[in-house]
C-alpha cells in the first residue's frame, strides 16, 4: 500500500557531493518521521539523519554540518545533499518513514517502511 522509492546514489571521490531523494507513495494518512540509514559492510544499519513531519531534525554525529536533509513542501519526499563526502561515508543508503496509512477500507495504521537502499561510494 505504501512505497518508498530511492535515487541518487552513485561513485563519487573524496570531498565531492551527492544528492539522495526518497518519494514515498500511496494510501498515506499521515507521516512522522522521513529519514536516511546507512549500512557498511560488517557493521550494524545507523542513523544518518531524520526529519519529523514538524521538521525536527537529528544527524548523526559524522555527518553535521557535511549532510543536510530536508523534505518538499507535501512532506512526502525526503532529500539528503551530501558534501565533503568521504571514504567512510560509504554504504548502502535506506530511506525510512515511519507513517500512518490507510489499507482499502481499513485503517488506519501505523508501519515502519524502509525502500530497498542506493549504494554511496567514495573513493579516496
Known amino acids: 500500500q505504501v512505497q518508498l522509492m530511492e535515487s541518487g546514489g552513485g561513485l563519487v571521490q573524496a570531498g565531492g557531493s551527492l544528492r539522495l531523494s526518497c518519494v514515498a507513495s500511496?494510501?498515506?494518512?499521515?507521516?512522522?518521521?522521513m529519514g536516511w540509514y546507512r549500512q557498511a559492510p560488517g557493521k550494524q544499519r545507523e542513523l544518518v539523519a531524520r526529519i519529523s513531519g514538524a521538521g525536527a531534525i537529528d544527524y548523526e554525529d559524522s555527518v553535521k554540518g557535511r549532510f543536510t536533509i530536508s523534505t518538499n513542501d507535501a512532506k512526502n519526499t525526503v532529500y539528503l545533499q551530501m558534501h565533503s563526502l568521504k571514504p567512510e561515508d560509504t554504504a548502502v543508503y535506506y530511506c525510512?518513514?515511519?507513517?500512518?496509512?490507510?489499507?482499502?477500507?481499513?485503517?488506519?495504521?501505523?508501519?515502519?517502511?524502509w525502500g530497498q537502499g542506493t549504494q554511496v561510494t567514495v573513493s579516496s
Open positions: 500511496g494510501s498515506i494518512l499521515s507521516i512522522r518521521h
Open positions: 525510512n518513514a515511519d507513517l500512518s496509512y490507510y489499507s482499502g477500507s481499513f485503517g488506519p495504521y501505523d508501519y515502519d517502511y
